[in-house]
């Protein structure tokens, strides 16, 4: 019976430990256009109240992007006000929270979207906005962590494999890694 409550405990605390963890639940993948990096983001929940500067998306062409060398980041900490063209937009009356600040608190269980703040497309999150609330993080990609390309960042590279990986500093947990493999016979956007 001791072995028993003492395997239950572990597990307890492995589930409570990965219960702290961001979940991926999508990203736009070669966006269309000429400034395609500007308009790619990724979507993601939280499992715990963290700021957006707990958070960070690594993107590489590694299988652990937040522990190798990741070739994109998009940085919590570089949130900012918004500055390019583009807009977002529901038609289910979605709360739509603008994240303008790294220490803006995020609730748990919060939809997060990612994206460059100089993005110029028009987004409609009705689809993604099942909770009422959505939590638009804009990044400054100009500067520190971040590192992003208005021309793609993204991998845009036929049969190449794509890793995507978000970590909370706040409770020293990663998501799972998603992957996804292009599967292109050529180098197209869109």
């Known amino acids: 019976m001791k072995f028993f409550l003492n ?3 572990v597990l307890f605390i492995s589930l409570t430990s990965k219960a702290q963890c961001p979940v991926i639940g999508g990203a736009m993948v070669n966006a269309c256009g000429a400034n395609e990096g500007l308009n790619e983001f990724v979507l993601f929940t939280t499992t715990t109240v963290g700021t957006a500067g707990d958070y960070t998306l690594y993107y ?4 652990t992007p937040s522990l190798g060398l990741p070739v994109n980041i998009l940085a919590g900490a570089n949130a900012t006000l ?9 038609t289910n009356g979605c709360i739509i929270n603008q994240v303008t600040s790294p220490a803006t608190a995020i609730p748990a269980n919060s939809t997060v979207l990612f994206i460059p703040s100089n993005f110029d497309a028009n987004y409609d999150v009705t689809a993604i906005c099942a909770t009422g609330k959505v939590y638009v993080v804009y990044i400054d990609i100009s500067s520190l962590p971040s590192v992003w390309n208005a021309a793609g960042m993204f991998a845009n590279n036929s049969f190449t494999t794509g890793y995507l990986q978000i970590t909370n500093a706040a409770t020293m ?3 799972d890694i998603r992957s996804y493999d292009n599967n292109w016979t050529t180098d197209i956007d869109g």
Do not use: A, E, Y
């Open 7 to 9: 395997c239950l405990f």
């Open 82 to 90: 918004p500055n390019g063209t583009g807009t977002i937009t529901s």
């Open 173 to 175: 947990c990663t998501s």
């Open 60 to 63: 590489g062409d590694n299988s």
